[in-house]
């Protein structure tokens, strides 16, 4: 009874609860009230960090920049206030070559804000893709039902690793977006059982879209980084072609299947059906040792 | 009289039979000739009773009646009209007079059909005493009834959901009335017998199972800080207080909050084996964790509750359970022990007006009362003391007329509704004219202020048994009352004297942070922890399933 | 979108050594975040700043920031509110949560 919940607690919490602690500084505090200014406009109220908390902290002693969003304001949307300080807080990680961690809980760009949300998610990518070339891991975290889709599942995609628990989604279009264009018969976006099969945590494991699959608590979160706080994984032409033929084999493989769990069996999972209930840890041992 | 008081109403039962031979092998009727046996054995005048409460419901039966065109005059007896059928009886006229305890899903529709003069009540009742009528001066002549699986004798098997079938089939087949069963399947041997098929005269095997709604399952995910705070108020102020070991919980989130805090915040207070021992109450899947943690020594429960068959027929030592294993379930019984054998009930409402009475009618809608009223009052026939009875006896200040004892009725509301609707009020809406005047002037009231003995907000609660007047009650409500207009009209000084006296207790005079009040703090957040606590044994409706 | 300002008469504040402010809530639907920070200048009130997207409830705002600072010391503090929609309870109880990160000790 003693866990902590990761998917429960809000932002500042999440910083909280990950890092050594009392070591988190944030940038830019609430006080600071850099705000959207675009927002009033619309008849909606702002937040004080625009859904984002930035700083610098320790894991077992190791510094550290992180950013964690806030996906009950504005859908965890990114705005130009929000990508600006997500952008610097990359640069400032770039600079001192140490890794950066990132809580995502977004469904991408702030729409209301028209194209400098675009622009910043944009240029968010390309600070990620600085950090990597000077050698600064970026690890994203996805573990909130809200999880990263648009731009910010993009830009989680574009980091060196990713942390999910199995109430993360990651993805570009939302279910409902799916759903819309591909007609109710091939994706019912009411169906959550299907959504966490096709997007979720456990899926993005046997995918290897996910570098780690944890439990849903905040020790095994902040475990999970730990893991990853080593070398960054350099972008390199091997690299992505590589990763390019391992996205073609998985097309290829998968192209005629219809059920996600015909997905989990071709990826060592025996008994999908017992195996959706298994926390993280029990579903990532089980795994057959052909699995990614 | 036209005839001497002998055998009347067995000779023309027996001709009600006698009109339905044909149809009928035994006691089997194919469910094609439902209609005809229905023209068969009613008869103009008769008080027909018709089962179906929110839960379970002889769908099929009623469906095949409301298709009837040969129908007049009846009398409907039924504890809940909850159907559309139900209402198409109304809408052809051919009621008389409806007795029945609740219409919650089709509140605006009984409004509507009550202003139309469509809708004839005789009294709006509480379970147990539309149960008593049906042993006194109504006892149907024929009953409708829905039972989960039959023999080719006409025995029943209820399965979970026994809920009010015996109290409508043994007055009516001990005073000559038909009884008419629809079963979801007609069996060779069935796992227990809870019907013995003396008191069945036909049985049908329904084309399609009966309704049954999860109407008791509540997502831990949807859940508030607000209800959590409210919750541990709740803990510290009442079950604590009291030391609380017999309790009925309502059906709502803020009970569910208590339930999910057992193991966390309860055992943190060191409550455990103290409180909430002996429960009334349906098989909640908000309890698993309470029960798996060792707080629970017995439920016994009203009805079932859809996906907790494999999980209470693993825990005989919690629940009660046939010789074939499942569970059982009996409402008349269990509303009596929630009458008689309780320390405490505490549930919810739409409505509370500055007495302290509360409703569940609102402007345009009648639901009528659900299983709260039988509990949430005082049992005055009550003889055996315990802890908390005689300690809320004790502040109520009993005079040398009065019971030495209370049971402790606990209103838990936040101050607002959704849509910002105020839940306190000056006066209730069920004292609306009309709804008087169709009600030959009684007031469909849920459970009355003399009865509350706490009334629980996210401000305080509200020690209604302690109270001196009715004036000091009203200020004890308003002090609770937040920002609602009833809660705007208190008085500082008044409010600062109650709370000195321990009348009106704020989250800091019961050592309640709410800077704890979080949903971190229950012991399950979502029905997939529920399902892992049960060791896989919950198996939660498609609804609720997004793994 | 409705904004007013707004002090009421509060006793003073103990203000903790080790914090500068403190914040509770978040600005999402039928929620909102509260701001504390101190404000030395009134020692003896509380001055409120809030920004609302459901206009027209002044009256029964104005009631549950008076009861708050007539309630607990806070003055020479000011709190900074940005709701969406929330309902009085959800008000207060932020409130007293923000307060209570700020003092953990008061009762």
Not at chain 3, 36 to 59: C, F, H, K, M, R
Request: with cysteine.
């Amino acid at each position: 009874m003693s866990r902590v919940p990761y998917h429960e607690l809000k932002a500042r919490e999440r910083l909280a609860a990950i890092v050594d602690p009392g070591s988190f500084a944030e940038i830019l505090p609430p006080p600071a009230r850099v705000m959207s200014p675009y927002l009033p406009k619309l008849g909606i109220p702002v937040a004080f960090d625009d859904g984002l908390a930035i700083g610098r902290a320790t894991i077992d002693g190791k510094p550290i920049y992180l950013a964690a969003q806030t996906g009950q304001f504005v859908g965890g949307s990114v705005g130009e206030v929000h990508s600006a300080k997500l952008v610097g807080l990359l640069k400032a990680a770039a600079r001192d070559r140490l890794p950066c961690v990132l809580l995502i809980e977004s469904g991408g760009v702030r729409l209301h804000e028209g194209s400098s949300g675009e622009i910043g998610i944009a240029e968010a990518i390309r600070a990620v893709f600085a950090c990597r070339a000077a050698g600064a891991p970026v690890i994203a975290v996805i573990g909130s039902d809200i999880g990263a889709y648009g731009g910010m599942g993009i830009l989680s995609a574009c980091c060196d690793f990713r942390v999910m628990t199995e109430h993360g989604r990651l993805g570009i279009s939302g279910p409902i977006v799916i759903e819309k264009w591909m007609g109710k018969a091939a994706y019912d976006s009411a169906d959550r059982a299907l959504v966490w099969k096709t997007s979720g945590g456990k899926t993005r494991y046997l995918l290897g879209d996910a570098n780690a699959l944890v439990n849903d608590d905040t020790a095994a979160v902040r475990a999970g980084i730990a893991r990853l706080l080593g070398p960054a994984s350099p972008v390199t032409l091997a690299a992505i072609e590589a990763r390019q033929a391992e996205l073609a084999a998985r097309l290829e493989q998968f192209a005629a299947v219809t059920s996600p769990e015909a997905i989990w069996q071709a990826r060592g999972v025996t008994d999908p059906a017992a195996a959706t209930l298994d926390d993280a840890e029990t579903f990532v041992a089980s795994l057959a040792p052909a699995a990614p | 009289m036209t005839s001497s008081p002998r055998d009347t109403r067995r000779r023309n039962k027996a001709a009600r039979l006698s009109r339905a031979a044909a149809l009928v092998a035994g006691k089997l009727v194919p469910h094609e000739k439902t209609a005809d046996l229905l023209r068969a054995v009613i008869e103009p005048g008769d008080i027909l009773c018709l089962e179906g409460d929110n839960q379970k419901q002889a769908d099929f039966l009623a469906e095949q009646l409301a298709s009837l065109d040969s129908l007049r005059d009846l009398h409907l007896v039924m504890s809940c009209i909850t159907l559309p059928s139900h209402l198409e009886l109304f809408k052809k006229g051919v009621v008389r007079q409806v007795d029945f305890c609740y219409a919650g899903p089709q509140g605006n529709a009984v409004a509507d059909l009550l202003a139309a003069g469509q809708f004839p009540i005789g009294a709006i009742h509480t379970y147990n005493e539309l149960y008593a009528r049906y042993y006194i001066d109504l006892t149907p002549r024929v009953a409708l009834i829905a039972a989960a699986k039959a023999d080719r004798a006409g025995n029943l098997f209820l399965a979970a959901n026994t809920e009010e079938t015996p109290a409508i089939v043994e007055p009516t087949a001990f005073y000559d009335g038909v009884v008419i069963a629809q079963v979801n399947e007609i069996v060779d041997e069935l796992p227990r017998i809870d019907i013995p098929t003396d008191q069945v005269d036909f049985v049908i095997e329904a084309p399609y199972p009966m309704h049954l709604t999860a109407l008791f399952t509540r997502d831990p995910a949807a859940i508030t800080d607000v209800q959590i705070l409210m919750a541990m108020m709740a803990i510290r102020g009442i079950y604590e207080e009291y030391e609380v070991e017999s309790l009925n919980h309502g059906v709502g989130f803020n009970t569910s909050a208590i339930e999910l805090l057992l193991p966390t915040y309860g055992e943190e207070l060191g409550l455990k084996g103290k409180i909430c021992k002996y429960w009334m109450v349906n098989p909640l899947p908000t309890m698993i964790p309470a029960i798996e943690a060792g707080w629970v020594e017995t439920v016994f429960s009203v009805g079932g509750e859809v996906g907790m068959e494999r999980y209470t027929a693993a825990r005989p030592d919690i629940y009660f359970t046939g010789r074939d294993g499942s569970f059982h379930s009996n409402r008349p019984m269990g509303q009596l022990a929630g009458h008689y054998a309780i320390d405490m009930f505490i549930g919810a409402s739409l409505q509370v007006d500055i007495h302290g009475n509360s409703s569940t009618v609102s402007k345009g809608r009648i639901t009528g009362f659900g299983g709260a009223p039988n509990m949430g009052c005082q049992p005055t026939g009550r003889r055996h003391p315990s802890k908390a009875w005689l300690k809320a006896g004790r502040e109520a200040n009993p005079g040398p007329g009065s019971l030495p004892g209370r049971k402790l009725v606990v209103q838990m509301v936040e101050t607002f509704q959704s849509g910002r609707v105020p839940t306190f009020v000056e006066s209730l809406d069920a004292q609306d004219p009309a709804i008087k005047a169709a009600m030959q002037g009684v007031a469909p009231v849920m459970i009355y202020g003399d009865d509350v003995t706490h009334l629980v907000t996210e401000e305080g609660i509200a020690n209604l048994g302690a109270c001196r007047s009715p004036e000091e009650r009203t200020a004890a409500i308003r002090a609770v009352a937040g920002y609602t207009p009833v809660g705007l009209k208190r008085s500082l000084a008044d409010t600062a004297a109650l709370r000195a006296r321990g009348i009106v207790r704020l989250p800091e005079d019961l050592g309640v942070s709410p800077a704890r009040a979080n949903r971190s703090l229950l012991a399950a957040q979502e029905i997939k922890d529920l399902v892992r606590i049960s060791g896989g044994l919950y198996d939660p409706p498609a609804k609720f399933v997004d793994w | 979108m409705e904004t007013f300002q707004h002090s009421f008469p509060s006793r003073p504040l103990a203000w903790p050594a080790d914090r500068s402010w403190a914040l509770a809530g978040v600005v999402g639907s039928g929620n909102l975040e509260v701001l504390i920070e101190p404000n030395p200048a009134a020692p003896d009130a509380v001055a409120y700043d809030l920004q609302t997207s459901i206009p027209g409830y002044a009256d029964s705002w104005k009631a549950a920031l008076a009861d708050f600072a007539a309630h607990y010391a806070v003055g020479g503090t000011r709190i900074t509110l940005h709701d969406q929609g929330a309902a009085p309870v959800v008000i207060t109880m932020r409130l007293r949560q923000a307060l209570d990160l700020l003092t953990p000790a008061q009762p």
